[in-house]
Each structure stands twice: as structure tokens, then as C-alpha cells.
């Protein structure tokens, strides 16, 4: 039996794209740092879903989830880090501690997850790491988070040729109108983004989803950074 493992099912996208998968239900695993919460996320997507706590910067949490994992008796079909760390961090206030902290989720933490999940990985297994597009568009104050999605990017592409024939791909939305974050932007923001986009509207959770499960499903898709942005990177 295989089984989805979404790491930050506490994330919209992340509970979005682990709520598509529960409805084929077969075995998914969703995480959150918290337990509780985990295990709430869990619960409300069926009894085939079970919930663990993860933090992916705590090595001795992954160990127990890798563990935990193992105690299910499923392989990893598709494994998801959905995971992020946001930060702003400008030069004239640059602080360096806060630039790790968001490294030491992705690219550091997103490494050792699927470093120490290895064992556990399908024949047929599919990975997809979460970033953004910072690296190519980054805003003011971007300092922390353009470089860790750069750095992401040379993880997806290292991970698919150090794993083959494991598949690998990396997906990189734009803003995401419909989620928290975004919505709470100040409206002069949201338009100016809205603006730089050539659907003529930000891209929303679903489509991020959709694209989400292409990369996962597609069984030819390999070590592509994909953009899902409406055309965000072309303006
Ligand atoms: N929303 C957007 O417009 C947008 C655009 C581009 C890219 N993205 C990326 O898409 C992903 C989801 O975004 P979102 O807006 O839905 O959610 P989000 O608000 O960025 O959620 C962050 C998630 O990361 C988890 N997390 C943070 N630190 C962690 C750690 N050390 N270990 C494990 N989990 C940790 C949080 O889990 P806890 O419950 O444990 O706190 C939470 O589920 C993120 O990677 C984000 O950077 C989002």
C-alpha cells in the first residue's frame, strides 16, 4: 500500500492539496508542528488520514516521524513539502540570524526530510518541494526568502539527479489571491501585483492545487521548477 505525505498540511495550500488527495482515499499522512493540530487536520479529512507533528529545522522530529512513518507499514507514493518560512529582511537592517532561520526550513530542512524519508520512498515515488517567486522577482525586503527559493531551485535539481529514478520537481507559485496572507495584503499592493500578472488576476489556491498534482501524478515530469503565476514572470 502506498500513501501521500503532505508536510505542512497546517498551511492552506498544503490542507488544499492534502484534501484533493484524501478523496481518493488511500493512506495520506499530513503533518503540522503541532501534534494536536496534526492530528485534527487528520481527522477532518477521513479515516484514512492520519496526523503527525513535524518540524523539519528539528532533526530528532524528523527521526520520530521517519519512525512514525515506518510503524504505518505504507510505502511513500508521493511525498509534498509544503512547509515555508516567510521573513522580510532589508539591507539597511539586514539581520542574519532571521535569514537562517528561513534557510533552515528550505533548503536545509526540505533536504533532510526527504534524506531520512529515502528508505520509506516508493520504486515509483514523486517529490514536490514548495518556493515561490522571490528568486526571480523579489520585492523590497526580500533578502532572507529570494535566496533560500534560489537555493531551492538547486535542491529540486540536485535531489532529481542524486535520486533518480525517483522523480523531483519543484513548484513555484506567485501570490496567491485567495490565501490569508495575500488577502491581508493593503489593497495599492494586491492591484500592483494583479497588475503584473497577464490573466489580469492573481492565481488561485485550486490552480496551485491542480498544477500541484500534475507535477506529482505526471509521471515524466522530472526536475522542473515550474512557475504558477499567470504570466507574473513574463512582465
Ligand atoms: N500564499 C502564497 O501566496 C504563496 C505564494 C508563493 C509560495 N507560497 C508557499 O506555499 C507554501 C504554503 O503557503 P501558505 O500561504 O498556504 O501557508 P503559510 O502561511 O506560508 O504556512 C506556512 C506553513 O509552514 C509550516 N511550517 C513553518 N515552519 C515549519 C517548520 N519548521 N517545520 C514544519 N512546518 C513548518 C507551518 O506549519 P505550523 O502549523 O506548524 O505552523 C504552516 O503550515 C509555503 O511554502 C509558501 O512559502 C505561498
Known sequence: MTATVVVGASSELGHALARAYSRSGLPLVVTAREATAARGIADSLGEHA????LDVTDRASIDEFADAIGGLGVKIRNLALVAGARGSNFTNRYDQDSARQVFDVRPFGYAQVVASMQGSLDADASILLFGGVAFH???????SVAPAVGALIGLVNALAVDMAPVRVNGIHPGPVGDSTSIRGWPEEKRAQATSRTLIGRLVTIDEVVHAARFLLDSTAMNG?????EGGYLLT
Open 137 to 143: 522577482r523579489p520585492s523590497p525586503g526580500s533578502l
Open 224 to 228: 522542473v521548477n515550474l512557475p504558477v
Open 50 to 53: 492520519h496526523g503527525f507533528a
